[in-house]
């Protein structure tokens, strides 16, 4: 996975990706033109450190957990 800690990174990418594909489905993801996440709890408390962002965008961009490329990441979130 992503990061130390795999419970700050699994959850939000796999969020992500679902919020993604939920648009996606009702037809609304070319309306979207800029998102906000907002962290609450332990992952606005360590999420940063425990690569949480990183992986919540990786999610966002349709990535899972099993099969993002790890090594391409910081790259992939320098760019966004």
Known sequence: GVGPSSSHTVGPMRAGQR??????????LMQVGKLEVTLYGSLALTGEGHMTPQAT?????????HS????????RVREI
Request: charged share 25%.
């Open 68 to 75: 993002v490329d790890t090594a391409g990441i910081a790259a």
């Open 57 to 65: 965008l990786m999610g966002l961009e349709g990535e899972l957990p």
């Open 19 to 28: 919020f993604v594909k939920d648009l996606e489905r009702q037809g609304l």
